[in-house]
C-alpha cells in the first residue's frame, strides 16, 4: 500500500492553486507519472532532496512529492 495515499499526494500538489484555477492534477495518472520520471531521475544519479529511510528511487519520489521538494509543472510552466 502506498502511503500517503493517492487523494493525499493529490491535495499536497494542488495546494498552492488558488480558488477557481485548475489544479495542477486531477488524476492519479498524473501522480503516477510524476513519481516515475523524478524515480528515473534519482536512478540517472540525480541527488534527492529527501532522505528516505527506503533508498528506493519510487520511494523517495513520492517523499518529495509529499514534502513538496518537488512540484509538479502545469502546461504553462
Known amino acids: ?9 493529490m491535495k499536497v ?3 498552492g492553486v488558488e480558488e477557481g484555477e485548475a489544479p495542477v492534477v486531477n488524476s ?5 507519472m510524476a513519481a516515475s520520471k ?6 540517472s544519479g540525480d541527488d534527492a ?7 528506493k ?9 509529499n514534502r ?3 512540484r509538479i509543472l502545469t502546461e504553462e510552466e
Open 1 to 9: 500500500m502506498l502511503h500517503p495515499s493517492y487523494s493525499d499526494l
Open 13 to 15: 500538489v494542488n495546494s
Open 28 to 32: 492519479r495518472y498524473s501522480i503516477v
Open 38 to 43: 523524478r524515480a528515473r531521475q534519482l536512478i
Open 49 to 55: 532532496y529527501v532522505d528516505c529511510a527506503g533508498g
Open 57 to 65: 528511487p519510487l520511494s523517495t519520489a513520492i517523499e518529495e512529492l
Open 68 to 70: 513538496s521538494r518537488i
